[in-house]
């Protein structure tokens, strides 16, 4: 663990529990040039941490501190979330700048890391998510190059097995918004529109259906959300 102190960090609010931690990409061409950026005061973005392709670790803000990750946010009913969050950012130049899958050693690190971060906060396999989770209208970090179900078997996060869709099962929208909601999603007012909803749709498919991130309404995308649902109910 390399250590570089971020000025971009305040106190967390008195009272509210840490449990969710947020996984981003840094989106930017160099993992040295996110560092910096992190650790401008003029940006006022920062993290608790960052994960170099080749697996190093920096630390740049306390986890008892709050650090400027999440932005505009929401999960479970719960908006600002950089209060009661972790936010680790991967190195990845991302969409913008040739977005590439993550190598085996920054995975690794990036397991071993927030093993640590579980072992020391309360929070719940369904709170481990993607910064497009909570931010789907303006994100899509850490895509859908990133191995989720492969973290989850490393004992982070979640993932149920998907069984096949029924045959007989068909798209019901109403059900779907409910079910994306019950998990955890800002899922728009009707009213916003259908590109409000198709966004937060690509945002559910980066992260549970990644083969397909079109964010279309269908059979096999509003069934695993279903399935996810039941998982979280069943204690999963």
């Keep these: 663990m390399r250590e570089r102190a971020s000025p971009n960090h305040d106190a967390r609010p008195a009272g509210e529990p840490l449990d969710i931690l947020v996984l981003h990409y840094t989106g930017m061409q160099t993992g040295q040039a996110a560092i910096d950026r992190l650790c401008d005061p003029e940006a006022r973005v920062?993290?608790?941490?960052?994960?170099?392709?080749?697996?190093?670790?920096?630390?740049?803000?306390?986890?008892?501190?709050?650090?400027?990750?999440?932005?505009?946010?929401?999960?479970?009913?719960?908006?600002?979330?950089?209060?009661?969050?972790?936010?680790?950012?991967?190195?990845?130049?991302?969409?913008?700048?040739?977005?590439?899958?993550?190598?085996?050693?920054?995975?690794?690190?990036?397991?071993?890391?927030?093993?640590?971060?579980?072992?020391?906060?309360?929070?719940?396999?369904?709170?481990?998510?993607?910064?497009?989770?909570?931010?789907?209208?303006?994100?899509?970090?850490?895509?859908?190059?990133?191995?989720?179900?492969?973290?989850?078997?490393?004992?982070?996060?979640?993932?149920?097995?998907?069984?096949?869709v029924p045959p007989a099962y068909r798209v019901d929208l109403a059900q779907l918004r409910a079910d994306l909601a019950g998990f955890g999603y800002p899922v728009p007012p009707v009213a916003a529109g259908e590109a409000a909803f198709a966004a937060l749709l690509r945002a559910f498919q980066r992260h549970w259906r990644p083969e397909a991130v079109t964010g279309a309404a269908d059979a096999e995308t509003a069934w695993r959300a279903a399935v996810l649902v039941r998982s979280v109910q069943s204690g999963g």
């Design 46 to 164: 920062s993290s608790h941490y960052v994960v170099e392709e080749d697996g190093t670790l920096w630390r740049l803000v306390p986890e008892a501190q709050r650090a400027w990750h999440a932005g505009i946010s929401h999960w479970r009913g719960h908006e600002t979330l950089n209060g009661r969050s972790i936010g680790i950012e991967i190195v990845n130049p991302g969409h913008e700048w040739g977005y590439r899958p993550f190598p085996p050693a920054q995975m690794a690190a990036v397991r071993d890391l927030c093993r640590g971060i579980l072992s020391r906060h309360p929070i719940p396999p369904r709170n481990v998510v993607a910064h497009s989770d909570i931010a789907p209208d303006r994100k899509d970090d850490p895509g859908e190059l990133f191995d989720w179900p492969w973290l989850a078997g490393q004992g982070v996060g979640l993932w149920p097995d998907f069984p096949p």
